[in-house]
């Protein structure tokens, strides 16, 4: 059973272009709600996280827009560049176990 | 710092054959362990999470275990591999509280021949 569905499973964006990435969850229980990009060979690591009390979070070319309502979650990347060719994964954290759960990932291909 | 410790990086098992897979922490104490498996192309799967010594949850019933001998050492085991055991296992902490960032490993590819 898939707690976070992501979608899509690839994508491929020009430079310069603008990449998104959906997420969606079932649990209200859940509380926090990193992405995380992963190089091949590598483990993956924290790009940007929010917290369900915001709708929108952004770090540099990276925001989070977050519906609480429909509990969805999306990464935007502004401005693609093809150092950001990897896999993207969305997650959730649970409010009381703290279990972590990923979606499937997402693999951006950003062409020069 | 902290930093995570993960070994081996590779192995290559036959069937039937045991599994041993060890996870250490330094510079934090009482961290929320996690072990997770990547199949080819696909997502991270949660195999087992620990936010305690004692407490050791399961989220795959396969013929994978988890034990937490130390406060900072989590180990993934098995008595006999399958080839569908094959993968990328990652071993991740976070801090022992709820929104935080995790940290992973570095991994083991594991291969089951």
């Known amino acids: 059973q898939q707690q976070v569905k992501q979608s899509p499973q690839s994508l491929i964006v020009q430079k310069g272009g603008i990449s998104i990435i959906n997420c969606a969850y079932e649990?209200?229980?859940?509380?926090?709600f990193p992405w995380y990009q992963q190089f091949p060979g590598k483990g993956p690591a924290l790009l940007i996280a929010i917290r369900p009390d915001v709708s929108e979070k952004k770090e540099g070319r990276f925001t989070i827009s977050f519906n609480k309502s429909a509990k969805q979650f999306s990464l935007h990347i502004m401005d693609s560049q093809p150092g950001d060719s990897a896999t993207y994964f969305c997650?959730?954290?649970?409010?009381?176990?703290?279990?972590?759960?990923f979606g499937q990932g997402t693999r951006l291909t950003i062409n020069p | 710092s902290q930093t995570i410790h993960q070994w081996p990086a590779t192995l290559v098992q036959p069937v039937g054959s045991p599994l041993s897979l060890e996870c250490t922490v330094e510079?934090?104490?009482?961290?929320?362990l996690y072990w997770y498996r990547q199949a080819a192309g696909r997502g991270l799967q949660l195999l087992f999470y620990s936010i305690g010594i004692d407490q050791i949850s399961s989220e795959v019933p396969q013929n994978l275990s988890a034990s937490r001998p130390q406060d900072r050492q989590f180990i993934l085991s098995s008595k006999k591999l399958l080839l569908s055991d094959s993968g990328f296992y990652l071993c991740?902490?976070?801090?022992?509280?709820?929104?935080?960032?995790?940290?992973f490993g570095q991994g083991t590819r594991l291969t089951v021949v």
């Open positions: 510079g934090t104490s009482n961290p929320n």
């Open positions: 991740a902490w976070r801090i022992s509280q709820r929104r935080t960032e995790a940290f």
């Open positions: 649990n209200t229980a859940f509380d926090y």
């Open positions: 997650a959730a954290s649970h409010l009381v176990d703290q279990k972590l759960v």
